[in-house]
């Protein structure tokens, strides 16, 4: 279904000759029962099923694989600078994956935090701006930083505070970000979520990570839950990074490390800051 709002700020974009290229990862958990799945034969052949459904209607998938938590699975795509149809191919997805898991008598668990001693399941934004010659604008100069790079930052770390909803389904997921848990994941050798706003290079503690090199350098958002609208995370994630570059808005210094060790204790914490 169109959306005006997400046509203007794509539009808006363009206008200005940005151009905005994104991959999406979405994970999920494959259960039977409302357990978790040890069979790894299982994942692998539901994986399989899945990949051959998607390539059938032509979803632009660069792969599905297994991911870290018990029963997890992740779907990635490829990054398309058509993100209408980028919104369409996730929404597909999840419902086949949904379809496909009730034929074999199982569940495609999509909500953030379906087991709290595992990893939760998050919709993570891999962002690039383009120029009108398809320059990746998020590139170095030298060793100079990308002010593109550092004005899309501090945008959406400004702004996420009242913009939440639009990348957190309800109140009941703020689990995923809580800060007890993630310490506990940490020490248990497990993925996090992000607790705080901060943002690092290469780094997954951070709500933002700042990851790739050359004309594969992106911006990864890692708030948004796995059961979020695609199409108005996307959009919101662009209005924000189009505010930062307007207003030259520059963000805090990069977090080395665990975002979540007392050393940055003041940041923002999300779970604070979740008034729904």
């Not at 909500?111 to 993570?124: E, G, I, W």
């Not at 990348?167 to 800060?179: A, C, N, V």
């Not at 708030?223 to 924000?240: G, Q």
């Amino acid at each position: 279904m169109k959306n005006e709002i997400f046509d203007k700020i794509i539009s808006d974009f363009h206008a200005d000759f940005f151009y905005p290229k994104i991959g999406i990862e979405l994970e999920f958990y494959l259960t039977k029962n409302n357990q978790q799945i040890a069979d790894p034969n299982l994942i692998e052949n539901f994986i399989a099923e899945l990949s051959v459904e998607a390539q059938k209607q032509k979803i632009d998938l660069w792969k599905i694989e297994k991911e870290q938590g018990l029963g997890q699975i992740e779907i990635k795509t490829n990054p398309n600078i058509n993100l209408d149809r980028l919104s369409f191919d996730i929404e597909l997805i999840k419902v086949i994956s949904e379809d496909l898991a009730r034929k074999n008598n199982l569940k495609a668990d999509f909500s953030p935090t379906p087991f709290f001693d595992d990893c939760s399941n998050a919709l993570q934004i891999n962002l690039t701006l383009l120029d009108k010659n398809h320059q990746n604008l998020f590139v170095k100069n030298g060793e100079e930083e990308s002010q593109i790079l550092l004005n899309s930052i501090a945008g959406i770390l400004e702004n996420i505070p009242q913009n939440l909803e639009s990348f957190i389904t309800s109140k009941t997921d703020i689990s995923r970000f809580d800060l007890a848990r993630n310490k506990k994941l940490f020490n248990n050798k497990k993925y996090t979520s992000p607790v705080n706003l901060s943002w690092g290079y290469d780094n997954r503690s951070c709500a933002i990570r700042i990851v790739g090199n050359g004309e594969n350098r992106r911006l990864e958002l890692r708030i948004a839950d796995a059961n979020i609208s695609v199409r108005n995370a996307i959009s919101k994630s662009l209005e924000m990074i189009k505010h930062g570059i307007a207003a030259n808005l520059q963000p805090s210094k990069p977090i080395y490390g665990n975002a979540f060790d007392e050393q940055y204790q003041d940041l923002i914490e999300i779970t604070k800051i979740c008034n729904f």
